[in-house]
């Protein structure tokens, strides 16, 4: 239904079903239509496709889903229905289910990063995933969470456990995309230059220091080595850019030929 | 202002600041009023409780947030009102820029994930930290950014990576509370009852071979210890509890009875 995926009057984003098998999200009664658009937005940041609905309240399609899925739309209209909980997982080879409740069964547990590191290792291995997700108010029945062989629970607050529709979702798609996430945890963005190597930190820090004996500002012969190494630890600590360093030397130029146009007065000068 | 808690209409929540400093979750010229409870409901989730408006473009405070706030409303009331971003940081000593783009600046950049982690380090030195999100369509502006000493950036489908402002708080909050979590990622739910030792199982698979063999089903002597491995194999992957192992018993127990029941025929016996 190509036709409708502008349904939402946002362009629909660039999106199609990702290559081999990815886990499929099934809303197991969902009650409002704008809660099942904040699901497949959120399925599509997370680089999730496959969308099921079980028996929503309202039917479907409806329009308010269109108007919260902010360009998500493909996922919507390739949206599946069923009539219950069993027909929408027949074909899954594993169906894990989000419970924030305990419930008095024997089922393996999961949080959510442990489900999604499982979930990328059963679809490495082709097989068919789903995971379960409740009515907003009531949550999943005993009856949805017997389909299911693994339950998923998100390490949240105890005092205020109620995630919206959207947000739970939100949560698996974003530790989906993070198991298979390459970017380093910690880095620093610099663009087209580079940080400096210890020599180049080095030919300022000696242009520094030689300026500032000239000042008169190191004068203190006992204070002047710590003065120095703090001076050093300050501009070693923060990984200076090369570029950084270019501006740097022009500040060091700038100010001394201040000092030295101090030193010889000009007759021009406004000091 | 306790009086407005029940704004809502729904009893608020049990949320109260947390012991000591944590980190201050600052949203910069908030356009939808919506957005900052369902951004107030996410940081009750995740455990964090201080929140900052920059200039919300509706002003404040706003019935309709704390109908989105699902409980969280001591959040909504505690919220401070800044005129500008840097006034909004003023007494933090760090601050962080959730900023999806990249900028020509350079800045250490960290994932989600590892934000959460630094702030907890941050936070246990007892230091001030805020987090900015910009407002819902245009994001932070570069005097914004220009305030934080680091980027946060998540990892997400770059298709499709426009967040909702309740979901990006969302993320951080969860990472936030799972940075503390000690949740183990991977049990097995038990209850009452706890996995059986392997002694037990032993008992209960040497009794049911013993049945099998009287019942004729292992009489292909060739394949009868594959079969039993095979049958092993089964029983040893699941981790069975012991009530669970009780009832198995019980199954054998019926079933055999069934099976001698047949082998001596009995008058009364409907086969």
């Known amino acids: 239904m190509p036709e409708a995926w502008t349904r939402g009057g946002k362009p629909a984003a660039d999106l199609s079903p990702p290559p081999g ?9 969902p009650q409002l239509a704008e809660n099942i658009g904040a699901v497949a937005r ?14 929503p309240r309202d039917g479907w399609p409806q329009d308010r889903a269109w108007r919260t899925a902010s360009g998500a739309d493909p996922i919507l209209e390739a949206a599946q229905l069923f009539p219950d909980t069993a027909s929408a997982v027949a074909d899954c080879q594993r169906v894990f289910a989000t419970c924030p409740r305990p419930r008095h069964i024997v089922v393996p547990l999961r949080t959510a990063r442990a489900a999604a590191e499982d979930l ?17 108010r009531a949550g ?23 995630l919206n529709l959207g947000q739970a979702v939100m949560i698996l798609a974003y530790e989906w995309w993070t198991a298979a996430e390459p970017t380093p945890p910690r880095q620093l963005q610099t663009h087209e230059t580079q940080v400096a190597t210890k020599g180049q930190l080095e030919g300022f820090l000696g242009r520094l220091v030689a300026e500032l004996d000239a000042s008169g500002f190191l004068d203190n012969q006992p204070k002047r080595p710590g003065m120095v190494r ?24 700038e100010l001394s030929r201040g000092r030295m146009r101090r030193g010889r007065p000009d007759p021009g000068d406004e000091i």
Do not use: K
């Open 140 to 162: 999943l029945e005993n009856d949805d969470v017997a389909c299911a062989d693994t339950l998923v629970r998100y390490p949240l607050n105890p005092a205020h456990m109620s």
């Open 230 to 253: 703090n001076l050093r630890h300050w501009f070693e600590r923060g990984e200076v850019t090369e570029q950084e360093l270019r501006t740097l030397h022009g500040v060091v130029t």
């Open 42 to 55: 959120a399925m599509a940041n997370g680089g999730l496709f496959h969308l099921r609905l079980v028996a």
């Open 21 to 29: 098998e990815s886990p499929i999200v099934v809303l197991v009664r």
């Open 120 to 136: 990328r290792a059963i679809n490495a291995r082709g097989l068919r995933a789903a995971v379960l997700f409740g009515p907003e």
